[in-house]
T-cell receptor, first 114, second 114 residues
Framework: ETGVTQTPRHLVMGMTNKKSLKCEQH?????MYWYKQSAKKPLELMFVYSLEERVENNSVPSRFSPECPNSSHLFLHLHTLQPEDSALYLC?????????????FGQGTRLTVV | AQTVTQSQPEMSVQEAETVTLSCTYDTSESDYYLFWYKQPPSRQMILVIR??????QNATENRFSVNFQKAAKSFSLKISDSQLGDAAMYFCAYSGGSQGNLIFGKGTKLSVKP
């Protein structure tokens, strides 16, 4: 266990559904991240939150909407997804958004869009 | 833009033997960090080892060591006395620049044969 918890572990949703992924950390970190992991592709950084403020959005489609209500929680709201959005979504946190800080990852949510 | 390349999609090693995983990267930054992360089948990514670019001495963590060649922009991971529990996906990652976000390679799947 790394101290970062993601729920649900698995999610199957239709293209017209709305769902949310949840990430929680109680490590005292103030930076949180969403990554997308697809087969045979590098991990793609989607969003970065530092001190509850979004500091990066890597050209992610608007059907993905992040929310960071406090430094311990991060959500990814999903709506009208496409089959190509099926992937493993990883949440991570670090003490701060800087280059020498180790990131701690959750176990991920395996998302399947049908 | 920074990139990380892992040219070996899969590697295999006999238990108790040594294996080296390759990683190259591209950056114009002079100050940065490099990481190797391990993702076992349980999916939770954990940090294996970290190297600071301004340090010439190669990092070592028990059976894991790196060969950092800054001029060649190469950062390989050596696993000595391989164990069955070392079987996992290994990701090379770079962090540098003003934001310091982690940039990952595609990963190398390591199998350990008994």
């Amino acid at each position: 266990e790394t101290g970062v918890t993601q729920t649900p572990r698995h999610l199957v949703m239709g293209m017209t559904n709305k769902k949310s992924l949840k990430c929680e950390q109680h490590l005292g970190h103030n930076a949180m991240y969403w990554y997308k992991q697809s087969a045979k592709k590098p991990l793609e950084l989607m969003f970065v939150y530092s001190l509850e403020e979004r500091v990066e959005n890597n050209s992610v489609p608007s059907r993905f909407s992040p929310e960071c209500p406090n430094s311990s929680h991060l959500f990814l709201h999903l709506h009208t997804l496409q089959p190509e959005d099926s992937a493993l979504y990883l949440c991570a946190s670090s003490a701060r958004s800087s280059m020498n800080t180790e990131a701690f990852f959750g176990q991920g949510t395996r998302l399947t869009v049908v | 833009a920074q990139t990380v390349t892992q040219s070996q999609p899969e590697m295999s090693v006999q238990e108790a033997e040594t294996v080296t995983l390759s990683c190259t990267y591209d950056t114009s930054e002079s100050d940065y960090y490099l990481f190797w992360y391990k993702q076992p089948p349980s999916r939770q990514m954990i940090l294996v080892i970290r190297q600071e670019a301004y340090k010439q001495q190669n990092a070592t963590e028990n059976r894991f060591s790196v060969n950092f060649q800054k001029a060649a922009k190469s950062f390989s991971l050596k696993i000595s006395d391989s164990q069955l529990g070392d079987a996992a996906m290994y990701f090379c990652a770079y962090s540098g620049g003003s934001q310091g976000n982690l940039i990952f390679g595609k990963g190398t799947k390591l199998s350990v044969k008994p």
